[in-house]
C-alpha cells in the first residue's frame, strides 16, 4: 500500500509522540499499521503488546531501546531514518530530527479568514 505525504507526516508525528511520551502505547502501533497497511511481525507485535501502558522509567534503559527499535522495524516499508533518534544512558529518547529533504508541512488554509 501506497501512502500520501499527509499519511506518512501522521505515521512520523504518532511514532515520535509515543516514543517520547511517559509510555509505550501498542493502540498508536495499531493506528500506524492501520494507516501504512502494514501487517507487522506477530513475534514482535505479540511482545511489545505485552508492555502496552508501561511506563519507560520502568524498563532498562536497553529495553527501552529495543522497544523503540521493534516498534520502528515493524514498518520495513516506511523510511523512518527521517526520525534521528538520540538515546541518553538511560535509554530514553532525546530528540527526533527531521532531515532538510524530508517531508515538509505546509500551512492549511482557514476557510473564512483569519481570526
Known sequence: MRIDRFEKEAVLVSMKDMLQSGHFSICEVDKC???????PNQRVYRALSAVHCVSWKDMSPAFRRAVCEKTISLFPSLDVTALNMGFNEKGKVLKFQKKKADIKLLPMPVKGGAS
Request: no cysteine; net charge negative; aromatic share 0%.
Open 33 to 39: 499499521l492501520d494507516i501504512t497497511g502494514t501487517t
